[in-house]
């Protein structure tokens, strides 16, 4: 094989590597992202449960705010039952109270088995909670473990390129740029092995004398389908 063609095998070998490594890299924001979907579940089961917790309060609050207000106006009922000399009158916001007491009653009732469906509903609102930390805990070490990733990544292609230009400083100028503008046109490789008179950059078999060119070994020869630089493997 001839020395050049082996200089841009070495070369290829380091671009495919800086492009694979390239790719990561830049598929490292989606691996984060889906890390951090898996959390979605469990913040909102953690919001349903705080919100039918909320509910019941508000209803034991507001029943409260009932029995509160019925409270008020037995002691300014009491107070006007002191100040009255008149029976009739006395008896009649003796009823009026009694009245409200019941009221008081139903709604202190009403308030307890509020209480009871509170205790009741709280353990769901733990258990989401612990959940969500648990998850929490594993995407944070995936987090970390694609942000340790990147790093490596980054490092590797610093080093790779470094000795990608290193390399090209000692091929020929003329063969480099038949490589660097095949690299850039074709994708994936510039140099490709002939399997039998099989080209293994375009699967196309390639004409006799193209086949013997390359047995001769003595200049770069190119696969007149694709144009890709050819070596006899082996
Ligand atoms: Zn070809």
């Known amino acids: 094989m001839l020395a050049v063609v082996q200089q841009l095998l070495v070369l290829q070998d380091r671009d495919q590597r800086i492009r694979a490594l390239t790719k990561d890299l830049k598929d490292l924001p989606l691996l984060q992202q889906r890390a951090n979907s898996r959390l979605e579940d469990d913040v909102a089961a953690v919001a349903n449960a705080l919100a039918a917790m909320r509910e019941v309060e508000l209803k034991i609050k507001s029943l409260d705010l009932d ?12 107070e006007q039952q002191f100040q009255t000399r008149k029976n009739e009158e006395f008896q009649a916001l003796a009823f009026e109270v009694t ?10 009732d009403q308030e307890l088995e509020f209480m009871g469906q509170l205790e009741s509903v709280k353990p769901a609102h733990v258990q989401a909670t612990l959940q969500l930390s648990e998850t929490k805990k594993h995407v944070d070490e995936e987090l970390a ?5 990147g790093k490596n990544v980054e490092v590797q292609l610093a080093e790779l390129k470094a000795d990608r230009a290193q390399l090209a400083t000692a091929v020929d100028p003329d063969a480099l740029s038949l490589y660097d503008r095949l690299m850039k046109s074709k994708g994936d490789a510039a140099v490709v092995p002939l399997l ?5 950059g375009c699967h196309v078999s390639v004409v006799i004398g193209t086949q013997y060119k390359l047995k001769a070994d003595e ?15 082996g």
């Open 67 to 78: 029995a509160q207000t019925r409270r008020t106006s037995i002691a300014r009922i009491k």
């Open 99 to 108: 009245r409200y007491e019941n009221e008081v009653r139903t709604l202190e």
């Open 145 to 149: 473990a694609i942000a340790e990733r």
């Open 196 to 200: 039998g008179p099989i080209c293994q």
């Open 219 to 233: 200049e770069i020869t190119q696969c007149e389908q694709c144009g890709r630089v050819l070596f006899q493997e």
